[in-house]
């Protein structure tokens, strides 16, 4: 036995199981070689004999509640969460409570999804022992997934003043902060974090991450940079403080970010990308349009089709055949067939491929030739991408809006949704009524939606308008929404029985006016020159550019911008107190 032992203190784990079984060869009941060879098979990995000593163990000595805990370790590790669990309350009914026992016991009913069981285990456990982390930290993730928030931050914070060199600790606790708005105690969290991993580049880039997620933009910069001091090349951490200027809607902070990201990392696709946008919108046309280039590399504008023609680098295209190509999103190839009318002026002949919901638009294009929705099989002179023709044309802000309007409804869709719409009533029912389109979401998919779409219900100061007939021109899943308040208002719900853009045009044409956030619609209006109105969210598109409330690429456009990122109540009633003085031109006009 003494060999055994010394073996097993020597960590000669198979060695030792041999000289266990030697002892048991003599002595098959001795309960400490079989406690022993139990351990020494469990620390070998070698878990089926481990459980078997250990049941034989138990068999001799059913009062050790050591070996009924070990054996509920044993159960737990092969995830018979019923055997380890009886295992355990064995033990806990021998030798009364310990905290080791009452965090495993909390482990086993964690793992069946037990969690207020769980929970009153743990809590045991902290009272036996104030100092166990694990317990800690396994409530601060029940309260967590139980929705008991201030728990959790409480938790998180016991567990975090346990081991302040944790990063998942200190992470979590900010998150748990956040999550009840206790901000003024995430101060000397991150301070502490920031000592902590003063030079760990990798540390900082999860803890300004974790910033940014618990909108804590400023400290999340700050972090970003320490890191940025450390690693000048990490690219999650360039992206990290980008996000929080672009939070903060710190325009030349993102800017001075973007050079800076550049500069370090000239070949990174996604930096460039973001660096055009930025120029774009400052009216940095020249360089802007150069640097557009690089979207094409990033992992999210990858262009799936590149058609088998020359492409098209600025040469003269008198008599040629081209083809300009979709790009991005539909608001974007809206926006962007206004380059076949100045081709055409150029003397090119002008096909177009777009994606099939703007085919009967796109047909009615200025300078459009044919329109086509898959590749088309030529041959072309030329083919160029529609945001690439800028740089070659050398597109300058003077140049806006090249042509107006570029895009109208055929006369017959137009007649077709007079006629739906009543407008031979007008006159007669409701002589002083304005027709309204309205807007208020956009694609649920766009990785900014949250910013740009509204809720329905904080467009009723504009709804209560006298004088004003509302239509709601929306289309997805909330074109419905409108119905609900058809009877508190005169708003009538068009979208169902809209098929496609063509009729989506001829209603907004029979309209005097359209009121929508940043969609394709308004892209929409403002190619057909009508009078429509933006509301922008405070870091808007790139091609709105700044500051301003109208748009050089549309005429008719006017522009109604956020002050603070989120905060659509004073766009609102900007738009609103527009919207009277509109009416009252207009019955004036009348």
Not at 470 to 493: C, I, M, P
Not at 517 to 524: E, Q, R
Request: hydrophobic content about 45%.
């Amino acid at each position: 036995m003494a060999r055994a032992d010394a073996y097993f203190a020597g960590k000669r784990l198979p060695e030792a199981i041999d000289a266990y079984k030697e002892v048991l060869a003599l002595e098959p009941q001795h309960v400490n070689a079989l406690h022993r060879a139990g351990l020494a098979s469990f620390l070998d990995n070698q878990m089926v004999q481990a459980g078997e000593f250990l049941s034989r163990a138990l068999l001799v000595a059913p009062e050790r509640a050591d070996i009924w805990e070990q054996r509920g370790l044993l159960a737990a590790l092969a995830e018979d969460w019923i055997a380890a669990e009886a295992f355990y309350h064995r033990a806990l009914s021998l030798t009364g409570s310990t905290a080791t026992l009452h965090r495993n016991l909390g482990d086993c009913l964690r793992s069946s999804l037990r969690l207020a069981e769980a929970k009153a285990h743990y809590i045991k456990a902290l009272e036996l022992e104030p100092g166990l982390h694990h317990a800690a930290r396994a409530l601060a993730e029940i309260c967590t997934e139980l929705g008991q928030f201030a728990d959790a931050a409480n938790y998180w914070t016991r567990a975090w003043a346990l081991d302040s060199t944790s990063l998942a600790d200190g992470l979590a606790l900010i998150l748990a902060l956040a999550k009840i708005d206790r901000r003024s105690d995430i101060e000397p969290v991150v301070e502490a974090m920031r000592c902590s991993f003063a030079s760990n580049a990798d540390a900082l880039k999860e803890l300004s991450y974790t910033l940014n997620c618990a909108r804590c933009f400023s400290e999340a910069i700050s972090i970003a940079k320490q890191g940025l001091a450390a690693d000048p090349k990490n690219e999650q951490l360039h992206l990290n403080a980008m996000y929080g200027f672009d939070a903060l809607v710190d325009l030349p902070g993102l800017r001075s970010q973007c050079i800076e990201a550049v500069r370090n990392l000239p070949d990174n696709a996604l930096m460039q990308y973001v660096l055009a946008t930025l120029e774009l919108k400052f009216g940095e046309f020249e360089q802007g349009w150069k640097r557009w280039k690089w979207h094409k590399r990033t992992p999210y504008f990858r262009d799936p089709v590149r058609p088998d023609f020359p492409e098209w680098n600025g040469e003269a295209v008198a008599g040629c055949k081209f083809l300009l190509v979709k790009e991005l999103g539909l608001g974007d190839q809206i926006q962007f067939l206004r380059m076949a009318h100045w081709l055409h002026r150029q003397g090119a002949t002008v096909d177009v491929w777009v994606d099939a919901p703007l085919n009967e638009v796109a047909r009615s294009a200025s300078g459009v030739h044919a329109v086509w929705t898959e590749l088309p099989p030529g041959p072309y002179d030329y083919f160029c991408h529609m945001m690439r023709m800028p740089e070659y044309m050398k597109l300058d802000l003077p140049m806006l809006p090249l042509a107006m309007p570029y895009i109208a409804a055929t006369p017959e869709k137009i007649h077709q949704w007079q006629a739906y719409l009543g407008d031979g009533a007008r006159d007669k029912l409701c002589a002083k009524n304005r027709r309204v389109g309205l807007v208020w979401a956009g694609d649920p998919n766009h990785p900014f939606d949250h910013r740009r779409s509204v809720k329905l219900d904080m467009l009723r100061p504009l709804l209560g308008q006298s004088g004003v007939t509302w239509y709601s021109v929306q289309k997805g899943y909330l074109e419905r929404e409108s119905e609900d308040l058809a009877n508190e208002f005169d708003l009538h719900t068009l979208g169902p029985d809209i098929n496609d853009f063509a009729d989506t045009l001829a209603i907004l044409q029979t309209l005097d006016l359209r009121i929508t956030v940043d969609t394709s619609v308004a892209h929409l209006a403002g190619a057909a020159g009508l009078p429509v109105w933006v509301l922008l969210p405070a870091h808007s598109d790139w091609r709105w550019m700044l500051d301003r409330a109208d748009s050089p690429w549309y005429p008719s456009m006017r522009l109604f911008r956020q002050r603070k990122l989120g905060e659509w109540g004073p766009v609102v009633e900007e738009v609103r107190q527009a919207l009277g003085a509109w009416c009252d031109t207009s019955a004036i006009q009348a």
